[in-house]
């Protein structure tokens, strides 16, 4: 099944899709200015990635973690 954009957050596996970080490799790096850290900068953009990946869209991802109604009539016995 496919995993939600937040799913991916909480657990951090949504670096694994990210080109910006070498897929997870590195989360911040240094630069003659600095250093700059994503702190999700990109997070959206890997998900599209893994949407990709996983060949569906986001629309799919959206209405499979809604919650399906059942009928009243299954719970009153």
Known sequence: ML????????DE???DYCSRTDYGE???SSTPNGYWSC???????SYES???NEN???NVVKYAS???LTN???YNE
């Open 3 to 10: 995993r939600t954009f937040e799913e991916m957050s909480d």
């Open 13 to 15: 596996s949504i670096c």
């Open 26 to 28: 590195h989360k911040f």
């Open 39 to 45: 702190e999700g900068s990109w997070c959206a953009e």
């Open 50 to 52: 893994y949407l990709d």
């Open 56 to 58: 569906t869209t986001g």
């Open 66 to 68: 809604k919650v399906k």
């Open 72 to 74: 009243k009539e299954d």
